[in-house]
């Protein structure tokens, strides 16, 4: 029996024991689920401005966590070791939410604050994230999410209230660009509204020469975040070669500290990222 996956966009409609293009949902007896539950590919205590999240209590940290899959498919992808294969070709531990939770309570003594899910796309592990974070919070924690920010609207505004701070990627400000990477540009900033109006959020856009690094491109960008707030943090940050795209050299440092300019026309807090 098939089943429709309602959790991103491409609302992928399975066959029984198919995955979505994430690899990480499977119908399973006619129910897509989350077939990475638990499985945990990256775990370490990191300083909460990694995520990057600089004005969520800096100077802290937090316990990351990552799995396996992305429903985006970017070419410069900075975790393809994780974010692309399925779990048949890469090594997981099991970690449900009551042993996670319990071993982010044991690092609070090391200015540990709460669960960060990030490194692979979190979302594509939703069940698990809504699990974990609202053990965690019962638990006094705070919950971090770290996103790409393509995601339907329903299941975003139901994990919100237990999520304490958000980091979206805005890949870049054109529809142009999303449909290279299999996404589109509307989503993610209908995320972006909707989590600025229920938790702390900053934004990240990695800049890659040729691809989303006019200045024309950046004014629309921090034009476009400032009307949603111009409290909103942007980092704007360095590409370096990677996955599909180590033809290309790095941005040059110059560029970004020209683009962070142009942004800080608009917004109040901007970050150069990597140089």
């Known amino acids: ?9 491409h609302h992928c ?5 198919q995955r979505g293009i994430c690899r990480a949902r499977m119908n399973i007896d006619g129910e897509v689920i989350c077939e990475n539950y638990g499985k945990l590919t990256a775990i370490a205590l990191d300083p909460i401005e990694k995520k990057p999240l600089n004005r969520f209590y800096p100077g802290s ?19 393809s070791e994780i974010s692309m294969p399925g779990d048949k070709s890469i090594f997981t531990e099991k970690a449900g939410p009551e042993k996670l939770v319990m071993h982010a309570m044991k690092t609070k003594p090391q200015g540990n604050i709460g669960i960060a899910y990030t490194y692979n796309e979190p979302l594509v ?3 698990y994230v809504w699990d974990c974070a609202k053990l965690a919070k019962e638990k006094g924690l705070k919950n971090v999410v770290v996103s790409n920010g393509y995601i339907c609207e329903k299941p975003l505004l139901e994990l919100l209230p237990v999520i304490d701070a958000m980091n979206i ?9 999303y449909r290279k990477v299999r996404g589109d540009l509307e989503t993610v ?14 934004v990240t856009t990695l800049v890659i020469s040729g691809e989303n690094d006019t200045e024309e ?16 943090p942007l980092h704007i940050s360095r590409f370096f070669p990677r996955y599909q795209m180590q033809d290309r050299g790095p941005t040059p440092v110059e560029k970004i500290y020209r683009l962070a300019d142009i942004a800080r026309k608009h917004l109040k807090y901007v970050y150069e990222g990597n140089v």
């Open 13 to 17: 409609s399975l066959e029984e024991g």
């Open 217 to 232: 491109e950046m004014e629309r960008l921090s034009s476009w975040l400032a009307s949603v707030s111009p409290e909103i």
């Open 125 to 127: 592990s939703y069940e």
């Open 189 to 202: 900033k209908t995320s972006i509204m909707l989590v600025a109006k229920a938790c702390h959020v900053e």
């Open 1 to 9: 029996m098939k089943a429709e996956c309602r959790i991103c966009p």
């Open 61 to 79: 940290k937090i316990l990351s966590v990552g799995s396996y899959g992305c429903n985006l498919r970017c070419m410069f992808c900075q975790n």
């Open 169 to 177: 990627d805005l890949k870049a400000f054109t529809e142009e660009f």
